[in-house]
């Protein structure tokens, strides 16, 4: 069983920074991918970014150069963080740490995800 627990979310003024982190534990695997998914009020839930087993990363289009993520490795245990700047309200969400695997170009968000965190982006 995999346990992921999401940690940063907040308010924040429009143009200012805020981390995400996710501690995973359980069985996890090092070569696992993992992926932030964000659901805006209203909408549905999107993929923000990804990072697979060789730290290679892609972006939601509208993150792009604001957003990066990372992974850190250790026994038993990976940190995923998501480091947002520039944060827009639009990007107001519920910010959503998963992970998974990937076939192919595509990710599957098929191993766990954490519970939620709010990140607030006031105008």
């Known amino acids: 069983q995999v346990r992921l627990v999401e940690s940063g979310g907040g308010l924040v003024q429009a143009g200012k920074s805020l981390n995400l982190t996710c501690g995973v534990s359980?069985?996890?695997?090092?070569?696992?991918?993992a992926g932030w998914y964000r659901q805006p009020p209203g909408t549905q839930r999107e993929l923000v970014a990804t990072?697979?087993?060789?730290?290679?990363?892609?972006?939601l289009d509208s993150v792009k150069g604001r957003f990066r993520i990372s992974k850190d490795n250790a026994e038993n245990t990976v940190t995923v963080h998501l480091q947002m700047k520039s944060l827009k309200p639009e990007d107001t969400a519920v910010y959503y740490c998963?992970?998974?695997?990937?076939?192919?170009?595509?990710?599957?968000?098929?191993?766990?995800w954490g519970q939620g965190t709010q990140v607030t982006v006031s105008s």
């Open positions: 990072i697979d087993a060789l730290g290679r990363t892609n972006y």
């Open positions: 998963t992970a998974g695997t990937f076939s192919g170009a595509n990710y599957y968000p098929n191993i766990g």
């Open positions: 359980g069985s996890i695997n090092v070569a696992n991918a």
